[in-house]
């Protein structure tokens, strides 16, 4: 069964410009969240889908980046227009259950996003 | 707020001895824990996790133990092996509002031959 897949696996690009990332989660994992890890700082949770709602999107840094899922399967984080402070590795993760009974997350193996 | 504070951020051992990392939650709610293993350019996956109702798990030369009353838990790693040179994730579940985890700041272990 395949993981969770992200793509792309490292994108560059100069301030102003702007990005798309995409997750495809486990199939069937109804729970998708979006992270980001700053060099050396914390995995820091950025929102949560739940199929195609937002349960929970406080972590996102501003208007700056925009989630979606449409049809509930993959998701895409853009930003735009990219700052410099916007670099980082930018983590999926899926999950079967939610709620107080939240498994285990699954994660891919990320994004790294460089803002020149 | 949400907040896990995780020690060291850098911890080198020597291969055999052993490796304790240590984090802290500020959310008395929080009743999940898990540890997460990122081995260099690959995904963080998970090592071992404990909930609020155990004081200690264990599964072969790793082991986490728990302290709610001073909301503080720790991952010990015994007899130590090069391939558990990694950057080791701390988490606590955050109750309040959608549920979600927190993240420490990474430990950076290596294992000396």
């Known amino acids: 069964e395949a993981g969770v897949t992200q793509f792309p696996s490292h994108s560059v690009i100069e301030k102003g410009q702007t990005v798309t990332l995409r997750c495809d989660p486990i199939?069937?994992?109804?729970?998708l969240y979006w992270y980001r890890r700053v060099m050396g700082k914390e995995i820091k949770f950025l929102l949560h889908f739940v199929k195609e709602s937002k349960q929970d999107e406080s972590g996102m840094p501003n208007n700056r980046f925009l989630a979606e899922r449409t049809g509930g399967t993959y998701s895409t984080l853009k930003v735009q227009p990219a700052e410099l402070e916007d670099s980082g590795v930018y983590f999926c993760a899926s999950t079967l259950l939610g709620g107080m009974n939240t498994g285990e997350l699954f994660f891919g193996e990320g994004s790294r996003l460089t803002v020149l | 707020g949400e907040n896990v504070e995780q020690h060291p951020s850098t911890l080198s051992v020597q291969e055999g001895d052993s490796a304790v990392i240590k984090c802290t939650y500020s959310?008395?709610?929080?009743?999940?824990f898990p540890w997460y293993k990122q081995e260099l350019g690959k995904r963080p996956q998970l090592i071992i996790d404990i909930r609020s109702n155990v004081g200690e798990k264990k599964d072969q030369r790793i082991a986490v133990t728990l302290n709610k009353t001073a909301k503080h838990f720790s991952l010990h790693i015994t007899e130590t092996q090069p391939e558990d040179s990694a950057v080791y994730f701390c988490?606590?579940?955050?109750?309040?509002?959608?549920?979600?985890?927190?993240f420490g700041q990474g430990t950076r272990l290596t294992i000396n031959p």
């Open positions: 988490a606590a579940r955050y109750i309040q509002g959608a549920q979600k985890l927190v």
């Open positions: 199939s069937g994992h109804d729970n």
């Open positions: 959310d008395s709610a929080s009743n999940y």
